[in-house]
């Protein structure tokens, strides 16, 4: 399987940042890691290894990217305001570099955004707030509003709202959604999610699921038995939906 590892300075998060690149053509993966992990991490989870037969193939290529949640999300040292604004500032780099470097590496007209855990929350949270940039959403074991506390996790923003927490939360912005031509494009989006019946956060995504439903936006919810928030379930749900 070709892996290709790239390495470059975003001016954007004045640092550099790596991603790796497996397979040579077919539909685009962009791979957001978990909270801890980092762009070789599912690499390193085998989640790559499970779909190494459609990516030898040339049916999928895999963009597995850094998350940055420990200067984002879970950096204890910013105000709660300045972790969305560097979130945002992530976001940029993805829409403004990754991608761009996605189109010219690869000229196949579907992108999916895939993500575990945190990165299920920042693959929806993307692919929901700009469905024209993707053909498919698959999140496995997300929390998709990160200011509701749930089991050990916290208000990752420790009771700071804003527009900025609003517009970048699924099950906060979803409802209110009314745009005809964003609405749309998120009918056309095939979403596929998926979490363990013992997982805390199923409430979480069937609240999601019938937010979706009102909206009239096509998509599965898989319930798999156990927590299944660990490497060996994603490994198995990738090389299902993905």
Same mark, same amino acid.
């Given at each position: 399987?070709?892996?290709?590892?790239?390495?470059?300075?975003?001016?954007?998060?004045?640092?550099?940042?790596?991603? *790796?690149?497996?397979?040579?053509?077919?539909?685009?993966?962009?791979?957001?890691?978990?909270?801890?992990?980092?762009?070789?991490?599912?690499?390193?989870?085998?989640?790559? @290894?499970?779909?190494?037969?459609?990516?030898? @193939?040339? #049916?999928?290529?895999?963009? =597995?990217?850094?998350?940055?949640?420990?200067?984002?999300?879970?950096?204890?040292?910013? #105000?709660?305001?300045?972790?969305?604004?560097?979130?945002?500032?992530?976001?940029?780099?993805?829409?403004?570099?990754? +991608? %761009?470097? +996605?189109?010219?590496?690869?000229?196949?007209?579907?992108? +999916?955004?895939?993500? =575990?855990?945190?990165?299920?929350?920042?693959?929806?949270?993307? @692919? &929901?707030?700009?469905? #024209? *940039?993707?053909?498919?959403?698959?999140?496995?074991?997300?929390? $998709?509003?990160?200011?509701?506390?749930?089991? =050990? &996790?916290?208000?990752? &923003?420790?009771?700071?709202?804003?527009?900025?927490?609003?517009?970048?939360?699924?099950?906060?912005?979803? %409802?209110? *959604?009314? =745009?005809?031509?964003?609405?749309?494009?998120?009918?056309?989006?095939?979403?596929?999610? @998926?979490?363990?019946?013992?997982?805390?956060? *199923? !409430?979480?995504?069937?609240?999601?699921?019938?937010?979706? !439903? !009102?909206?009239?936006?096509? #998509?599965?919810?898989?319930?798999? !038995?156990?927590?299944?928030?660990?490497?060996?379930?994603?490994?198995?749900?990738?090389?299902? $939906?993905?």
């Amino acid at each position: 399987m070709r892996r290709d590892h790239r390495r470059w300075y975003s001016h954007r998060l004045h640092r550099d940042m790596e991603l *790796l690149i497996f397979g040579h053509a077919g539909a685009k993966v962009l791979m957001f890691p978990t909270r801890d992990g980092r762009f070789w991490e599912y690499e390193a989870l085998a989640v790559t @290894a499970s779909l190494a037969d459609k990516v030898r @193939a040339g #049916h999928l290529q895999l963009y =597995c990217i850094e998350g940055l949640a420990r200067e984002t999300f879970y950096d204890g040292g910013r #105000h709660p305001a300045e972790r969305i604004r560097r979130h945002a500032a992530f976001e940029d780099y993805i829409l403004h570099e990754v +991608m %761009p470097l +996605m189109a010219a590496t690869n000229s196949h007209d579907c992108t +999916m955004a895939m993500g =575990c855990s945190l990165g299920a929350f920042q693959a929806a949270s993307l @692919a &929901f707030r700009h469905p #024209h *940039l993707f053909r498919k959403l698959v999140a496995f074991s997300g929390r $998709y509003d990160l200011t509701m506390k749930v089991d =050990c &996790f916290d208000d990752l &923003f420790e009771g700071y709202y804003g527009d900025d927490i609003y517009f970048h939360t699924p099950t906060h912005f979803l %409802p209110g *959604l009314s =745009c005809p031509w964003r609405l749309e494009k998120l009918r056309q989006l095939d979403v596929v999610l @998926a979490v363990g019946d013992a997982d805390p956060f *199923l !409430d979480n995504n069937r609240h999601l699921s019938r937010l979706l !439903d !009102d909206k009239g936006i096509r #998509h599965d919810l898989h319930v798999w !038995d156990g927590r299944a928030h660990r490497g060996g379930a994603w490994r198995a749900m990738a090389a299902l $939906y993905v």
